[in-house]
């Protein structure tokens, strides 16, 4: 076990406090700072701390496979770490995006590959082979966009915005009265049909259409700020960031997820998503496959998106994880093998006193302290872990046992299976 330093990654949608303060620098810091990422992903690796000085984890993993990642992890992953940890923070939402199927990032990989269209091309849509499930738990309030909401909520929303020009838009989600007779579409086909419109309507289009629903928003918020006043000042936060974007448009279709700490949402291959505002810790598999659906001044790929997004409704409840409680331990549900996630929670009768804390999978394990201070015993040595800092357990170093004098938290990571 070795404590873990994260790359921090400056985006323009980052914050210049929230993880320097969370990791104990000077704030504010030069540039925004968007992610810190802790796991061994090539383009920034993590390092560890070790007796004869830093080691990027990457370098860790090719030296010693098996005993770092243990033979379950190797026989299913190969020789690199399957998932990828962050720290996320947005003080400015993210791009409109989406990310493909296990099957549909394979296929997409060796087309551009026989395309020659390189790896490093701002124009690549799949960089890698695999699919990228993600796990967002909010470490402090979080809000989001994902998900298509369903369809007669939407039109419900759609309506409350009093914009005439969004009437034949609410006819294409079937909202159309009188439309009896017309041929049974699903709600998908509906969210499919406008969304589909809408990304691909002309430029001209979306400059009349896009201020005239801003508009819709000012007045809803202006008279009575009803049921949906959240979705509306979205609509008009992003609406001034990207004037005439159709994203825009596209944010009044997905579910608006406001995620308290310690909340989560997954997301799926083919979820149209974006992270709005708020700090929060995400797993993922290590992969970079995004398509961007609008909300970013980088390459979007209309078709490509089309081709992955999957449309059929979800609601807010369900791109909650289930959770249960084991111990110390809450552990978040997902259908994922690359990664688990999971708080242990160290408080009450256990301050004081060592504490088990086996990992459910054998592999290795990332773990962060969100609160408080905690003492980690592996196999070979003991470690510290004060808010914001971090460790690598090797596979053949677990199982660890905790210590805490005061409440503390503590997130781990580890492989799925
Ligand atoms: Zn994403």
């Not at 003080?91 to 060796?110: F, K, N, R, V």
């Not at 009896?180 to 579409?185: F, I, N």
Request: hydrophobic share 40%; aromatic share 6%.
């Amino acid at each position: 076990m070795e404590q873990l330093h994260g790359a921090i990654r400056t985006y323009a949608w980052g914050s210049r406090t929230a993880i320097a303060e969370f990791t104990g620098r000077p704030v504010p810091a030069a540039h925004p700072e968007a992610e810190l990422w802790l796991g061994a992903h090539p383009g920034d690796p993590a390092c560890l701390d070790t007796d004869t000085g830093e080691v990027s984890l990457l370098n860790v993993l090719t030296q010693d496979p098996e005993g770092q990642l243990g033979s379950v992890a190797q026989a299913r992953f190969g020789d690199r770490l399957p998932f990828l940890v962050k720290v996320l923070a947005a003080d400015e939402p993210l791009s409109l995006q989406a990310h493909p199927s296990a099957m549909q990032a394979i296929e997409g990989y060796e087309r551009e590959e026989r395309l020659g269209v390189a790896v490093s091309s701002p124009i690549r849509n799949y960089r890698d082979t695999s699919h990228k499930p993600e796990l967002l738990v909010a470490l402090q309030p979080f809000e989001a966009l994902a998900g298509f909401r369903p369809v007669a909520r939407t039109i419900e929303l759609l309506r409350a915005l009093a914009v005439s020009d969004l009437d034949p838009f609410i006819a294409l989600l079937g909202g159309q009265s009188g439309s009896d007779s017309a041929p049974a579409q699903s709600d998908a086909d509906g969210l499919r049909a406008l969304f589909t419109t809408w990304i691909t309507a002309p430029q001209p289009d979306l400059d009349v259409l896009v201020p005239a629903v801003l508009e819709g928003a000012i007045q809803y918020l202006s008279s009575d700020a009803g049921e949906f006043s959240a979705e509306a000042k979205t609509v008009l936060e992003l609406g001034e960031r990207y004037p005439g974007d159709a994203g825009v448009l596209a944010s009044l279709l997905l579910n608006r997820v406001t995620l308290a700490p310690g909340e989560a949402i997954f997301v799926s291959a083919g979820n149209l998503h974006t992270y709005l505002h708020g700090v929060g810790l995400e797993v993922m598999a290590n992969s970079d496959n995004v398509l961007r659906g609008g909300l970013t001044p980088k390459h979007v790929d209309v078709p490509e998106l089309l081709r992955v997004l999957d449309f059929t409704p979800t609601t807010e409840e369900a791109l909650r994880p289930a959770t249960y409680t084991d111990g110390l331990e809450l552990v978040y549900q997902t259908p994922a093998e690359e990664f688990a996630l999971s708080r242990l929670t160290v408080d009450g009768d256990h301050l004081g006193h060592e504490v088990d804390a086996p990992a459910r999978h054998e592999g290795p394990q990332i773990l962060l302290c969100t609160e408080g201070s905690i003492t980690v015993h592996a196999k070979s040595k003991t470690l510290t872990l004060h808010r914001g800092e971090s460790a690598w357990v090797p596979c053949d170093d677990g199982p660890i046992r905790l210590l805490a004098q005061r409440p503390a938290v503590l997130f781990r990571a580890t492989i799925g299976l």
